[in-house]
């Protein structure tokens, strides 16, 4: 009974989620009463057995919540000093369609040797710089949400889950680059083109890009901030290669790095207190890690009672494994990747053929589970960030962006495909 209770509860909080702006009820306070509510259910009706289990979850959750925090405490740093007008400076078209393909294609790339979080909160921080009204940002954002996935999908450090098929053995990285590229450039280039064509005239920029509510930075100050949170986002996943800790351990390196640096160069100045970090993270978005809180801990729950292994069963039954691919894909702009990947990496252990090391199907598994994300605003981390950043409607982003989202996923799995079968794995 509780099984199925579960399951209609989820779809109902979701449904509030998406009908945010309608309902006028904050999504962060709705995920934290349904990760709360779903437990409960799942702990009166006999499934929850020992407390290990929900710290378990808690513990994944956290590290996913704390690099939240640390990465964005740096952007809000780096801007709060002006850092990104090394960057902004540079990019001087005020033409939409321009501009557009600049930051998708930025974001592509950094987001392969960054991860598509980081990228995202970065992108998103350097869109503010660069176009006044909102609803316009909010299509760049959009491209960010798809770029970010896209780019993250085709290197063994650029998603969470294509680190766990590199650290388990699945994939290689070498293979992961050379396989799932071009079906994630597709991926991005379509909806990109599309939208592309709907961008008329030009942009009006910040009428003044120097944050108002800080005094005058000396520009060598504002590179050296600058340096060192880029420096900090780009020595996480070095970090994690030397070390085999978790990033989040990373990021907090590199923002007390940061911390003590700034502490030092505005020691003298006591008009720069509204420059230190401590008086910063007190701006830094809490209901969006909030919401992140709760339908991580949401989607834990139908981890542990069941769900996700039902729905890896099912697909076990499609005797297809680029369908299979393909739905856990879709599946992945409603439910958190990182559970579906888990289950499939337990259904499918590392054998022969398709599912040998770097075979087809862990290689178009890490690109489905990458990009699928972007059909939805709430299916990827980057677009959750960026959805709390922005304040994005759910239901704009769907009218708006899904379907051209949805139409790149396709094409870059069918472009996965045929060069799977006339190219790769012949």
Same mark, same amino acid.
Request: with cysteine.
């Given at each position: 009974?509780?099984?199925?209770?579960?399951?209609?509860?989820?779809?109902?909080?979701?449904?509030?989620?998406?009908?945010?702006?309608?309902?006028?009820?904050?999504?962060?306070?709705?995920?934290?009463?349904?990760?709360?509510?779903?437990?409960?259910?799942?702990?009166?009706?006999?499934?929850?057995?020992?407390?290990?289990?929900?710290?378990?979850?808690?513990?994944?959750?956290?590290?996913?919540?704390?690099?939240?925090?640390?990465?964005?405490?740096?952007?809000?740093?780096?801007?709060?000093?002006?850092?990104?007008?090394?960057?902004?400076?540079?990019?001087?078209?005020?033409?939409?369609?321009?501009?557009?393909?600049?930051?998708?294609?930025?974001?592509?790339?950094?987001?392969?040797?960054?991860?598509?979080?980081?990228?995202?909160?970065?992108?998103?921080?350097?869109?503010?710089?660069?176009?006044?009204?909102?609803?316009?940002?909010?299509?760049?954002?959009?491209?960010?949400?798809?770029?970010?996935?896209?780019?993250?999908?085709?290197?063994?450090?650029?998603?969470?889950?294509?680190?766990?098929?590199?650290?388990?053995?699945?994939?290689?990285?070498?293979?992961?680059?050379?396989?799932?590229?071009?079906?994630?450039?597709?991926?991005?280039?379509?909806?990109?083109?599309?939208?592309?064509?709907?961008?008329?005239?030009?942009?009006?920029?910040?009428?003044?890009?120097?944050?108002?509510?800080?005094?005058?930075?000396?520009?060598?100050?504002?590179?050296?901030?600058?340096?060192?949170?880029?420096?900090?986002?780009?020595?996480?996943?070095?970090?994690?290669?030397?070390?085999?800790?978790?990033?989040?351990?990373?990021?907090?390196?590199?923002?007390?790095?940061?911390?003590?640096?700034?502490?030092?160069?505005?020691?003298?100045?006591?008009?720069?207190?509204?420059?230190?970090?401590?008086?910063?993270?007190?701006?830094?978005?809490?209901?969006?890690?909030?919401?992140?809180?709760?339908?991580?801990?949401?989607?834990?729950?139908?981890?542990?009672?069941?769900?996700?292994?039902?729905?890896?069963?099912?697909?076990?039954?499609?005797?297809?494994?680029?369908?299979?691919?393909?739905?856990?894909?879709?599946?992945?702009?409603?439910?958190?990747?990182?559970?579906?990947?888990? $289950?499939? =990496? !337990? #259904?499918?252990? /590392?054998?022969?053929?398709?599912?040998?090391?770097?075979?087809?199907? *862990?290689?178009? @598994?890490?690109?489905?589970?990458?990009?699928?994300?972007?059909?939805?605003?709430?299916?990827?981390?980057?677009?959750? $960030?960026? =959805? !709390? #950043?922005?304040? /994005?409607?759910?239901?704009?982003?769907?009218?708006?962006?899904?379907? *051209?989202?949805? @139409?790149?996923?396709?094409?870059?799995?069918?472009?996965?495909?045929?060069?799977?079968?006339?190219?790769?794995?012949?």
């Amino acid at each position: 009974m509780y099984f199925t209770l579960i399951i209609v509860i989820f779809v109902l909080g979701y449904t509030m989620i998406a009908l945010e702006h309608p309902l006028k009820i904050n999504k962060s306070a709705t995920a934290l009463f349904l990760a709360v509510i779903l437990w409960g259910i799942y702990a009166l009706m006999g499934g929850f057995h020992n407390n290990s289990e929900l710290v378990e979850h808690l513990g994944s959750t956290s590290e996913i919540l704390f690099f939240l925090l640390g990465a964005m405490t740096i952007v809000e740093t780096v801007d709060r000093h002006n850092g990104f007008a090394i960057i902004t400076d540079r990019i001087t078209t005020t033409n939409k369609r321009k501009l557009l393909w600049v930051i998708s294609l930025i974001t592509f790339f950094m987001s392969s040797v960054l991860d598509n979080l980081t990228t995202s909160i970065v992108m998103c921080a350097l869109l503010r710089k660069l176009i006044d009204e909102q609803k316009e940002r909010w299509f760049f954002a959009g491209m960010v949400i798809l770029a970010a996935n896209a780019g993250g999908a085709w290197t063994p450090i650029g998603d969470v889950t294509t680190i766990m098929l590199w650290i388990k053995g699945n994939i290689t990285a070498a293979a992961i680059m050379r396989e799932t590229f071009l079906p994630s450039l597709v991926s991005l280039v379509i909806p990109l083109t599309i939208l592309s064509f709907k961008m008329k005239g030009n942009l009006k920029r910040p009428d003044n890009v120097v944050n108002t509510d800080t005094p005058t930075i000396p520009k060598l100050q504002s590179n050296i901030v600058f340096l060192l949170g880029v420096g900090s986002l780009l020595f996480t996943p070095i970090f994690k290669s030397i070390t085999h800790l978790p990033p989040y351990l990373g990021i907090l390196f590199g923002l007390s790095i940061l911390w003590i640096v700034t502490e030092i160069m505005h020691r003298k100045d006591k008009q720069y207190s509204r420059l230190d970090i401590s008086t910063i993270i007190q701006k830094v978005d809490t209901p969006s890690v909030l919401f992140f809180l709760g339908i991580l801990m949401s989607v834990a729950c139908l981890q542990s009672a069941g769900h996700l292994e039902l729905l890896a069963t099912t697909l076990n039954k499609i005797d297809n494994i680029y369908i299979i691919d393909t739905v856990i894909g879709a599946l992945s702009s409603i439910v958190d990747n990182v559970p579906l990947v888990a $289950a499939a =990496m !337990g #259904m499918y252990p /590392i054998a022969e053929g398709h599912f040998a090391v770097d075979g087809a199907f *862990w290689e178009m @598994l890490a690109y489905c589970a990458g990009t699928g994300g972007s059909i939805l605003i709430i299916g990827s981390a980057a677009g959750v $960030a960026i =959805m !709390g #950043m922005e304040k /994005i409607d759910f239901i704009w982003y769907l009218k708006k962006i899904s379907l *051209w989202a949805l @139409l790149g996923y396709l094409a870059g799995a069918g472009v996965f495909w045929l060069m799977s079968h006339f190219i790769l794995h012949t």
